[in-house]
Every structure is written in C-alpha cells, then in structure tokens.
C-alpha cells in the first residue's frame, strides 16, 4: 500500500505563488517519475509538470517560465513551485508517482488533491 500526501494549497492573489508538495509512503521500492495535473471545474485534468528520478522535466505550456517541479528522492517527495499565479491556475492540484513495489512491480499512484484558487 502507498499513499501520496500533498499540501500546501490554499487562496492567494493574482501574483502570489504557492509551493505545492507531495510526500509519498509506503511500500516503496523506488520511485520512477512523479507529476502534478490539475483539474479546473468544467475542464480536463491536464498535465501541469512532470520529473523523472533522474531529475529531467517537462512542463505544460501555460506554466512554462511560472512553475518549478523538483523532487527530494531521500524523502520520496516532489514540490510544484508556483510563481506569478494567474486566475487561471485556479484548479485542483493532484500528484501522481509510479513506484516501484518491488525490483519489477510498478504501479501508478494518486493524491487526494489539494485545492489553489487564485482570486484577489
């Protein structure tokens, strides 16, 4: 059993940031790549960063620039470092991680979400 954890939600005006984390525990061999998507009301959950164990990333085009991913593999952690939030960043921010159970099991794992609104 895992479980991924994340904090660090809440309200903050256009401009602000925020720094999201997501801690993951368990049964952990090891962690493959870890991510955030969001989900806005009435839209898709997209993918908003990724990072591999080996630390390389990727980012959605809308927060390109804004946003920083990085992870801590001693504490099966990722953050999402939120800069110059804008109204439309205002969604339910979920992580997500593929562990390994085992030297050859995976499985892809979830967070609970955690909500960011940007309003002033």
């Known amino acids: 059993q895992v479980q991924l954890v994340e904090s660090g939600g809440g309200l903050v005006q256009p401009g602000g940031s925020l720094r999201l984390s997501c801690a993951a525990s368990g049964n952990i061999f090891s962690i493959n790549a870890m991510g955030w998507y969001r989900q806005a009301p009435g839209k898709q959950r997209e993918l908003v960063a990724a990072i591999t164990s080996g630390g390389s990333t990727n980012y959605a085009d809308s927060v390109k620039g804004r946003f920083t991913i990085s992870r801590d593999n001693a504490k099966n952690t990722v953050y999402l470092q939120m800069n110059n939030l804008k109204p439309e960043d205002t969604a339910v921010y979920c992580c997500?991680?593929?562990?390994?159970?085992?030297?050859?099991?995976?499985?892809?794992?979830w967070g609970q979400g955690t909500q960011v609104t940007v309003s002033s």
């Open positions: 997500n991680a593929e562990v390994m159970i085992t030297r050859r099991a995976s499985s892809l794992y």
